[in-house]
């Protein structure tokens, strides 16, 4: 019923001990790694940028703190709710695609914020953001597994 325990060594594939692969994945490595690298920074950033940009946010538009914190928790609302639908979707259309639609829809969206001035406005936004954001980090390590054995 159970896998027999192995004696800790993780197996590796053969195909990696040849040299020419071991220079493929190299670059592979160093062209895509970076790129996915910056891109989920640039996700927490995104999630996390509301309290900064707070401050300086105040000095246009008249929200209270309320209104900011109720902004900062829809973003996670909308990431829960599109989370699955994200990956049925990679799961259908791949993840190359799904990951240029969520890079696509969320830097629209990111730049929509720019055009908010009520705190309803807000909230669509911040909502919005989160959904398209949803499925970025399946859609990573599922674009990994087309790459790495």
């Known amino acids: 019923m159970h896998p027999p325990a192995t004696s800790g060594a993780s197996p590796r594939s053969p195909i990696l001990e040849i040299p020419a692969y071991k220079a493929l994945f190299s670059k592979i490595d160093w062209r895509i790694i ?5 891109a ?6 995104d999630r996390i940028n509301i309290g900064y940009a707070q401050l300086q946010m105040k000095q246009t538009l008249p929200f209270s703190d309320a209104v900011y914190g109720l902004g900062a928790g829809i ?9 699955v639908p994200s990956n049925l979707l990679l799961e259908k259309i791949g993840a190359r695609k799904t990951l240029l639609r ?9 730049a929509a914020m720019m055009f908010v001035s009520t705190p309803m406005q807000f909230y669509v936004v ?3 953001l989160g959904a398209f ?3 970025f980090f399946p859609g990573v390590i599922l674009y990994f597994t087309y790459w790495y054995p």
């Open 133 to 135: 954001e949803a499925g």
């Open 34 to 38: 970076p790129i996915l690298l910056i």
């Open 75 to 83: 973003f996670f609302v909308g990431y829960f709710l599109f989370e």
């Open 102 to 110: 969520i890079m696509l829809l969320w830097g629209l969206t990111a």
């Open 40 to 45: 989920y920074m640039v996700a927490y950033l």
């Open 126 to 128: 911040r909502f919005l």
